[in-house]
């Protein structure tokens, strides 16, 4: 594995007092947490229609009214392994409506392994009942509602 850094975009997308994140498992930490929905930014692709091909590809939804939030530097480790990833938040809303009205949902990754998506409730993070990932986001969102 060739050691770099990843950059990725992501989007904050609201629900009254819930959040749209995915849920993964760490099975050598053996801890589930939660990511907000987004990808990789390809070369030469501009960090904001990175996040809205992202959405489109994973759940089949674009994204209106798009808000810089901020960008992260996330260094972690993932199923034993070491990562670098710089992430680009945005806050965004669904065009598609009907998703508001779903507890949770399926896409797919790039890969074509399904993900579930699902709104959790900020308190729930806010509270340490799991994480939420990349760590300062939680920060970044309280800022913003500020």
Known sequence: ???HIRPIAIAVIQNDDKILVFEAYDS???ETF??????AIEFGERSM?????????????????????????N???????????IVIV??????NKSLYRKKSFYGK??????LKALWMPLDYFKNGQAPLYPKGLLNMISD???
């Open 144 to 146: 913003h509602q500020a």
């Open 109 to 114: 990754e790039d890969d074509n392994t399904p």
């Open 49 to 73: 229609s990175a996040v809205c091909r992202e959405f489109e590809e994973e759940i089949d939804s674009g994204l209106d009214n798009i808000v810089y939030l901020g960008m992260i530097e």
């Open 1 to 3: 594995m060739t050691e």
């Open 90 to 95: 945005y806050e965004a809303e669904l065009v």
């Open 28 to 30: 050598v930490k053996g």
């Open 75 to 85: 260094i972690f480790r993932y199923k034993g392994k070491p990562h670098h990833e």
């Open 34 to 39: 939660y990511r907000p929905l987004g990808g």
